[in-house]
């Protein structure tokens, strides 16, 4: 298949790389929901997870088109980024929001891989879609907030050195906008005393190491405060384009990876005589999956061109990742059917790659959620909620 592609040597190094970490590696992970840390150390090492990070903190500097490169690269080889693909993005929130000092402490570390930034505890178990309805409250008290509530689906808690945390520092019926009133803390989570910070793994039907944290009166220092307080929803939102585009990324990768299992197999398998993609009930679907493939490709290029441009590309980020995803469900889709029972069988990957690619419908921002937004800041509609 031909695509258009970008950064041919970071693919090509990520291709090399990924080798290492063939079907049986990730099967074994999945059995057992273990975290990948030798690919996640082997992503560090070769200094993958850093490209976002500006030289002057020890990154590599890369543009966003670098990093959609690599995480396409890792899904497209049979590969999944998710148990660290937080370490590259959640720092923007440090690197747009937070002081010099704050930068001068966290941002090499991160960039070395001796610190992990990659748990983004936002989600609440009475507010997912609705971030502003969270109830995890701060008090400051002297030289300490303190936080006391409930996180849900924090991913990648256990392997984190440190959480970005959005919470309450303003009770709700003192505030004008609901969006207001919410703030940033980056907790060390290394310092929380015993027993005021409770990690719980979920178990869930793909391997994604993801938890419930529980915060009862954890001291948090004020100096933790990134930006200022009462502005953290804005701080959170203003990173949900590039989230959108890298994760879009992913799901275009994993397309790839479906479409070509799928097509090959059509033309080794025979059946009554025949191979099977010769019946255009098993090409259709895969054509179809590839060229929506390509149409969310297309669009993903426009976001990144843009964000790359120093625009706000809310539209394209959120089309693109919406497309995406229903373009690598249609090929995850294809990709069984037309592996028959074999698609089911977990030496062929496809069962394990099909419960992956089924969460970006979800996670993390729901179709839904795009669509309304398109409905109410692209097309002028009245809010819904
Ligand atoms: C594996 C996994 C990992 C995750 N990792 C993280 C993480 O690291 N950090 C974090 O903070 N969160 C994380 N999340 C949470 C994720 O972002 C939320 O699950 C998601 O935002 C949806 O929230 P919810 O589950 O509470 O669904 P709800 O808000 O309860 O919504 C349920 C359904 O109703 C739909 N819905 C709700 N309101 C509307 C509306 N107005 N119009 C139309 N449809 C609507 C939603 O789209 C959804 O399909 C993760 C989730 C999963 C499953």
């Known amino acids: 298949m031909k695509y258009e592609l970008g950064h041919q040597d970071i693919r090509n190094a990520v291709t090399q790389l990924c080798r290492d970490f063939p079907g049986e590696y990730w099967r074994q992970c999945d059995r057992e929901q ?16 850093a490209a976002l990070i500006p030289e002057e903190y020890g990154g590599s500097g890369l543009p ?29 929130t440090v690197l747009r929001h937070g002081s010099e000092a704050q930068k001068q402490q966290y941002l090499p570390g991160i960039a070395e891989g001796r610190l992990r930034l990659q748990a983004f505890g936002v989600t609440e178990p009475g507010s997912g879609t609705d971030t502003s309805a969270l109830r995890t409250t701060a008090k400051l008290e002297g030289e300490n907030y303190i936080v006391n509530g409930q996180k849900i689906w ?6 984190s050195d440190l959480m970005l945390l959005l919470c309450r520092t303003t009770p709700r019926d003192q505030i004008k906008k609901r969006t207001d009133g919410l703030s940033v803390l980056l907790v060390d989570m290394r310092e929380s005393p015993e027993k005021s910070l409770t990690i719980r793994p979920i178990r869930t039907m793909m391997n994604h190491a993801t938890t419930e944290v529980f915060f009862d009166n954890m001291p948090v220092p004020a100096t933790s405060l990134i930006g200022e307080e009462g502005k953290g929803f804005r701080y959170i939102l203003s990173g949900m384009n590039a989230e959108r ?17 799928a097509s090959s197999y059509a033309n080794e398998r025979s059946v009554f005589g025949r191979p099977i993609g010769q019946n255009q009930g098993i090409q259709f679907p895969i054509a179809k999956a590839y ?3 390509r149409a969310a490709e297309l669009m993903l290029r426009e976001a990144i061109r843009l964000y790359e441009a120093g625009e706000n590309p809310g539209e394209e980020a959120n089309l693109a990742k919406m497309l995406a ?31 992956e690619a089924r969460l970006y419908q ?6 839904n959620l795009i669509l309304s937004y398109i409905a109410e800041h692209v097309l002028d509609m009245p809010r819904s909620y």
Request: glycine share 6%.
């Open 34 to 49: 273990a975290y990948p840390t030798a690919f996640v150390e082997a992503l560090t090492d070769a200094g993958f997870l």
């Open 64 to 92: 966003i088109s670098a990093a959609a490169a690599i995480l396409e690269t890792i899904h497209y080889q049979g590969c999944n980024a998710a148990a660290c693909h937080a370490q590259m993005y959640t720092m923007g």
């Open 154 to 159: 924090t991913s990648r808690a256990e392997h």
């Open 245 to 261: 585009i890298l994760i879009a990324s992913e799901c275009i990768g994993d397309a790839k990876w479906f479409i070509e299992k």
């Open 291 to 293: 060229s929506q493939m």
């Open 325 to 355: 995803a229903d373009a690598s469900w249609a090929a995850a889709e294809a990709c069984v059917q037309t592996h028959g029972g074999f698609g089911f069988a977990e030496e062929y990957d496809i069962e394990r790659k099909f419960r």
């Open 362 to 367: 979800v996670a993390p921002i729901s179709t």
